[in-house]
């Protein structure tokens, strides 16, 4: 009676867990990716060079014309991701970094644009704040990029700048007593956040 009980039990989790997974299955055909719906039926036809699996917020990641895009279902293309360790950025604090006409902002889980791309470059939240730079410019560095120029500031979750976009550079953010060391002629201060 405890072996039905407990293969009852599982076969009850297991059919849950089937049932919370959403979208489709990516498949290569001649180098291309496109996707599958569960019964195998082909839903977009191979058309990336790479493609990830679509998240349970219903968007993948798939790179067309080398970039790094989100798709929806529909496989509209909703948004170019921030090149991130040769994938697209990673969400921090829920949101993650996209790129705009060579500017950046930030999006969510859904791939729906939440800050909008007004910055030469942002860096991922923490605690709360992202420094944000304008008139800066991604240099090569070997295999990577390094940040020269520029001015630089704080965003809030909500977009809002609370630290003003003019110093040299941002050494730290303190959330809790809403300071921040900058940098401005070659001179430490602190700031205090709006």
């Known amino acids: 009676m405890l072996q039905k009980f407990l293969c009852f039990s599982i076969l009850i989790s297991f059919s849950s867990l089937l049932s919370q997974v959403k979208g ?14 569960k019964t195998g039926k082909v839903v977009i036809q ?38 991130y360790d040769n994938g697209p950025d990673y969400l921090s604090e829920r949101l993650a970094r996209f790129v705009k006409n060579g500017k950046m902002g930030f999006h969510d889980e859904r791939c729906q644009k939440i800050i909008e791309a007004d910055y030469d470059f942002v860096y991922p939240f923490e605690n709360g704040y992202a420094i944000v730079c304008n008139g800066c410019e991604l240099k090569p560095e070997g295999e990577h990029k390094r940040i020269l120029g520029g001015l630089y500031g704080v965003i809030n979750r909500k977009g809002k700048v609370v630290v ?31």
């Not at 058309?47 to 349970?56: I, N, P, R």
């Not at 976009?165 to 002629?185: A, C, F, M, N, T």
Request: aromatic share 12%; proline share 4%; with cysteine.
């Open 24 to 37: 489709f299955t990516s498949f290569e055909n001649n180098g291309l990716y496109g996707f599958k719906d």
């Open 46 to 83: 191979p058309q990336y060079e790479q493609a990830m699996e679509f998240t349970k917020s219903g968007v993948a990641f798939v790179v067309s014309k080398n970039k790094w895009v989100c798709i929806d279902a529909k496989n509209h293309v909703l948004l170019e991701s921030f090149l």
């Open 164 to 194: 003003p976009i003019l110093y040299e550079s941002i050494l730290s953010i303190d959330p809790k007593k809403k300071r921040v060391e900058v940098q401005e002629g070659g001179k430490l201060q602190k700031v205090k956040m709006e």
